[in-house]
DNA sequence: TTGTACGCGTTATCAA
DNA sequence: TTGATAACGCGTACAA
């Protein structure tokens, strides 16, 4: 690998005039601009990007921090591609980072971004609470921007979206259609996500003057075994439902598997809305409507502010963007579902 | 952000003392150690892996150069999660960089990995030809791996997958389940595993004494359209037929749905076979058997050697993995598919 | 066991 | 318009 250094000997120049060609900042005469680049090409000179990050300070990189829980879906797909895309639109690279399994991990992964100096930070928190997002934000001089969490202090440094609206919106266009025994089945309660839909649940059904009754609420945790289990427990318990509103779609098409092995046709017989949308979704789309998440508006929005943060001149828009519900009403069988651990929607 | 030289004042030492405690390497006195660590705990001192790495001339990271039009698929999010947590064991970082829609944007990727001092570079390769490839790994000394073609002259920087063999194998199958009208619907030709695909179903019906008919042979894109496409083809022109193959799941999904919308049913009238079984299949099974990809294989076995050749003593294995044929006898109603562009299996 | 001094490949500030 | 030269923050012979 050739450095500045040889491609200053070879044009006959010094390191400092090579560096003002490349940037284009300063006078170079034409000349020697001719010379510098003959010498550039000879030499099959490279930038050291290391070197120049470490000089300015700068890498044009954005880090991105996601657990790998995450990682098997189309939702961090979705995810993944937008903010990639986006970020090559203007000139940085991403890179993205593994935040595992705990708040302490979560917190390593940001560090590494920091000690690689990046010039900004995304995190799609799983485990770490916002006060500790607050400190970290607080703490350091790079912009760190959160999506999926509402913030109590920084609250330019998040995006959001309004889960508990999406969910009562949800609610509300069930009871429009006539049910009045709906359903819920929970996500894993230590997700703020999953505490948000329940309680538009909740709210819709107060809204209406219907009674809240605990009997029709079911802890899941996200997958599709569990959506099934909920189903079963509900059937076991000989409660009946009409409608079935379940924190994503992989509990969806898993309470839809259950009812359809019971004999229960989706959606004749029972009405199945589950959250996200995941792309997988028009497999399913004949049984299933479900709550499109907005990932793709929000990833936007925290790109456009972060390179805006850099790039000075800040422009302040909406934190939080809603959901569409996207309703189908043609009618086809129950879908299989394997045995996935994984979890392909927001937390 | 506070340095090295400030951690050294404050423990009363020298910079090289701090730098050695840090890395662990030479003699240090306990005593020192202490000081350095508590120097380093008020200082909140955090090292600078930019000047670490430049020092170095290593930077822990491994450059991954895909495609953005794979970025939209569980093919993706396995490779992808794959090669992420296979390196953060081997405490290495991915940084993965958009090849885009060309040669040489795709070659570019790979520069900026390079300027970057990545230590090593996987491709997954789209555009780029045999010989740019071959001609690339000549030219720098950073391992640089490419999985799913065969290069030509660095044998052992490939790892790739039997596409012929499996789709022999898929042929072979429904042969010996007694079709012998298998229409076959082939990938964009431009991708070499397109058509290996295409000559693996070619040899198995010549090896069987069948012969090959081009009415049976429909060009695809890979996308589930033109797999609705090459079916109404057929259909229109009065193709008899009792079985289709098909290059990826995509198109075979899409087949499936024109099959059902003509009234034929799927698997009771006409079997299909798809390829890459990406994960969304699950929905599918009932009525569409796959060959599965193994990418994960692949993606392991890459990051093995790269380890390997990083870390001295270099392990040889197979370059080739064999894909699995996945058969399912049940029974169900075809899916719904929307209009995506995107491309979920390999190229 | 510790410190000095130089190198890594850039950018950036001053003079010339 | 150009060239020295000092940062940038760290690793590492070499000397002490």
New binding site residues.
């Given amino acids: ?1 050739s ?3 040889e491609v ?1 000997k070879k044009a ?9 060609v ?2 284009g ?5 034409e ?3 001719d010379q510098v680049y003959k010498a550039i090409e000879e030499a099959g ?4 990007l ?3 990050n ?4 700068k890498s044009q990189c954005i880090g991105l921090v996601v657990t790998n829980t995450l990682y098997n879906g189309s939702y961090f797909s979705e995810l993944l591609s937008k903010a990639a895309q986006k970020l090559e639109e203007h000139g940085r690279q991403l890179i993205l980072v593994d935040g595992k399994h705990s708040a302490a991990e979560e917190q390593a992964a940001i560090q590494f971004l920091l000690d690689l100096r990046c010039d900004a930070i995304i995190i799609y928190p799983r485990f770490l609470s916002i006060d500790v997002m607050d400190g970290i934000i607080d703490h350091y001089k790079q912009p760190i921007m959160v999506v999926n969490r509402r913030l109590r202090k920084h609250q330019s440094h998040c995006i959001c979206c309004d889960h508990k609206g999406a969910s009562f919106k949800a609610t509300q266009y069930l009871i429009a259609r006539g049910h009045r025994d709906i359903a819920f089945i929970t996500g894993s309660l230590d997700s703020p996500t999953a505490l948000e839909r329940l309680s538009g649940y909740k709210e819709a059904l107060t809204q209406q003057g219907i009674a809240l009754r605990d009997d029709l609420i079911i802890n899941g945790k996200w997958t599709p075994n569990s959506g099934a289990s909920a189903i079963e427990r509900l059937l076991n318990g000989g409660i009946t439902f009409s409608a079935v509103l379940a924190s994503n779609d992989e509990m969806a098409i898993g309470a839809i598997k259950q009812l359809n092995q019971a004999g229960i046709a989706v959606p004749q017989n029972v009405s199945v809305i589950g959250f996200d949308n995941i792309p997988t979704a028009p497999y399913l789309l004949p049984a299933l409507s479900s709550v499109k998440d907005p990932v793709s508006d929000m990833m936007n929005e925290v790109i456009d502010r972060l390179i805006s943060m850099l790039d000075g001149g800040y422009l302040s828009k909406d934190n939080i963007f809603t959901s569409d519900l996207l309703v189908r009403d043609s009618v086809a069988d129950g879908p299989f579902w394997g045995n996935s651990q994984n979890h392909a929607g927001c937390f």
């Fill in positions: 690998m450095t500045m250094q200053a006959g120049v010094s390191k400092a005039t090579v560096s003002r490349l940037s900042k300063g006078y170079v005469s000349a020697t601009k000179y490279r930038p050291n290391l070197a120049r470490l000089a300015t300070n």
